[in-house]
Nanobody, 124 residues
């Protein structure tokens, strides 16, 4: 079974940067899609970014376009989320997810495996 472990969260001042990592282990060959989502208290889980393990096209949520960059290292089974120009509204628990759809997806139902999440707090 796929196991996902996020790391890199923490406290950062507005305008700062943070890089999140998601280490995957036991990845089956038919696991194609990786995604980043976030959820703030009292709010719905929000799509952040998605791509495939093969390193194809990357898609971002409107609220993070131009500020966040998703990347991956297949040799390490790790995906990253570089977050720049952070805003207080970026404060949330960030989750990485893996799915077996061959096409990147913004929908949570397309992801069968989720990490535990890592807290990102952006202060003014």
């Amino acid at each position: 079974q796929v196991q996902l472990v996020e790391s890199g969260g923490g406290l950062v001042q507005a305008g700062g940067s943070l890089r999140l990592s998601c280490a995957a282990s036991g990845r089956p060959f038919n696991t194609y899609t990786m995604g980043w989502f976030r959820q703030a208290p009292g709010k719905e889980r929000e799509f952040v970014a998605t791509t495939t393990w093969s390193g194809g096209r990357i898609y971002y949520g409107d609220s993070v376009k131009g500020r966040f960059t998703m990347s991956g290292d297949n040799a390490k089974n790790t995906v990253y989320l570089q977050m720049n120009s952070l805003k207080p509204e970026d404060t949330a628990v960030y989750y990485c997810a893996a799915g077996n759809t061959p096409i990147p997806s913004i929908l949570t139902r397309h992801y069968g495996w989720w990490g535990q999440g890592t807290q990102v707090t952006v202060s003014s």
